[in-house]
C-alpha cells in the first residue's frame, strides 16, 4: 500500500485546512487508517484514525477533539482530516498512516508528510 498525502499550509489561527491521503496498491487488505503529525523538536504524536474497512469508529488525540473530524472515501480510496479551529500548537508535519492487522495498534505503511503551519 501507498500513501500520499497532501493539502498543508499555511494558515491563521483560527483558520482551517482540510488533509488528504489517496491510498494506492492492495487498499482492500487496509483495517485501519490514521493520522499522525511531528512538531519541530518533538516525537510523532497520534492525532485521529478511522476503522477504514467499515468507515467508521473514530478515534481522537484529546488536543483535537471537537475540532478536527476524520473521514473517508474508500470508494475513491481517499483518507481525510479535516482540521477547524486551527492554533499554532497544531503546526506540524502531518502524516497519514495505515495497516491491516486488526490485532495491533501499529501501522505499517506511512505517507511522506504535508506541512501545517498555523500562524498566531
Known amino acids: 500500500v501507498q500513501l500520499q498525502a497532501s493539502g498543508g499550509g499555511l494558515v491563521q489561527t483560527g483558520g482551517s485546512l482540510r488533509l488528504t491521503c489517496a491510498a494506492s496498491?492492495?487498499?482492500?487488505?487496509?483495517?485501519?487508517m490514521g493520522w499522525f503529525r511531528q512538531a519541530p523538536g518533538k516525537e510523532r504524536e497520534f492525532v485521529a484514525a478511522?476503522?477504514?474497512?467499515?468507515?467508521?469508529?473514530?478515534y481522537y488525540a484529546d488536543s483535537v477533539k471537537g475540532r478536527f473530524t476524520i473521514s473517508s472515501d474508500n470508494a475513491r480510496n481517499t483518507l481525510f482530516l479535516q482540521m477547524n479551529g486551527l492554533k499554532p500548537e497544531d503546526t506540524a508535519v502531518y502524516f497519514c498512516?495505515?495497516?491491516?492487522?486488526?490485532?495491533?495498534?501499529?501501522?505499517?505503511?506511512w505517507g511522506q508528510g504535508t506541512l501545517v503551519t498555523v500562524s498566531s
Open positions: 496498491g492492495r487498499t482492500s487488505s487496509l483495517y485501519r
Open positions: 498512516a495505515g495497516d491491516s492487522n486488526p490485532r495491533t495498534v501499529l501501522y505499517s505503511y
Open positions: 478511522i476503522n477504514w474497512s467499515v468507515g467508521s469508529a473514530y
